[in-house]
């Protein structure tokens, strides 16, 4: 609704209403409301409704049979067809905001809970056994041996945090994990969930949450911590091929001691 400096909201074709977002310079984008669509965007609204209806009907075998019944389909019907299509048959949801002012990012992230898979809803995460070379699996579940995948690593005041993905397993705060790349232990001695900026410590985190951890000393980027007794490699992160490179030289030997520090932190 409206364009570039004047854009103040969203048509939610499911609902079929207008979600104004308030600019303050408090709460740029934060509270919203629904409100009717205006009249002037209403008919444009109904045919990308039909659009959109004709779309998961083509993918969703219930959803076709009801809509060549011409019966009127739920907001709760729409969004379960919806998420069947997007698990199970590709379809992919399209969602408007502007991030500069945070408008349409609480609907943004309400549609990753109501429409992308959970972990329970896709196959469980494939591994090899470093102890014989098999392939294994782990459940998303907190009964299963532990494993984590790190995916990235920051620098911080108190030290390094390492960004979590658990797959399998509870992991509390002050234990230790093995990572089966450099075979040595490493100490989650405490574990955060990130809000952007800001942090929460928690005693425990399990399968299917995602964390940063405080302690970790050798692990880097891509590699697996998982329970010494039942070590586990998952599939390592691939990176694209760099397309621009340099070199850089210290001029004194006291920077080339500092560089070879910061070096070491960017490998990670």
């Known amino acids: 609704m409206a364009k570039k400096k004047n854009f103040e909201g969203v048509v939610d074709l499911i609902k079929m209403k207008a979600i104004i977002f308030f600019q303050t310079n408090d709460k740029t984008g ?18 990308y409704r039909e659009m959109m209806i004709e ?8 959803f ?20 069947e299509g997007t698990i199970n048959y590709g379809l992919m949801p399209v969602l408007c ?7 349409g990012v609480q609907l943004l992230l309400d549609a990753v809970c109501n429409y992308l898979p959970s972990p329970l809803d896709i196959p469980p995460v494939k591994g090899i056994n470093i102890k014989d070379d098999t392939e294994t699996e782990r459940k998303p579940d907190a009964e299963e041996h ?18 979590l993905r ?14 089966p790349r450099t075979r040595k232990k490493e100490l989650a001695s405490r574990i955060y969930s990130m809000h952007a900026d800001k942090r ?31 070590p586990i490699i998952l599939e390592k992160i691939e990176f694209p091929e760099t397309v621009i490179s340099m070199a850089i030289e210290p001029k004194t030997e006291a920077e080339k001691e500092k560089l070879a520090i910061v070096l070491a932190k960017l490998g990670k």
Not at 64 to 83: G, I, V
Not at 146 to 163: E, N, Q, V, W
Request: charge should be negative; proline fraction near 1%.
């Open 64 to 83: 076709m049979e009801k809509y060549l019944s011409e019966s009127a389909f739920s907001e709760e019907e729409m969004m379960s067809a919806l998420r």
């Open 30 to 47: 934060s509270e919203y409301e629904e409100r009717e669509i205006p009249e002037d965007l209403l008919e444009e609204a109904t045919q």
């Open 166 to 179: 658990i797959y399998s397993g509870v992991l509390t705060s002050g234990q230790r994990l093995y990572n």
């Open 200 to 230: 929460e410590q928690m005693e425990s985190a399990t399968a299917g949450d995602i964390v940063a951890v405080v302690g970790f000393k050798d692990t880097g980027t891509g590699d697996t911590v998982c329970v010494e007794d039942h």
């Open 55 to 62: 779309g998961i009907a083509d993918k969703v075998d219930w």
């Open 146 to 163: 532990f494993s984590a995948l790190a995916f990235k690593i920051a620098s911080d005041k108190h030290g390094d945090l390492t960004y």
């Open 97 to 103: 905001g502007s991030a500069f002012k945070n408008t």
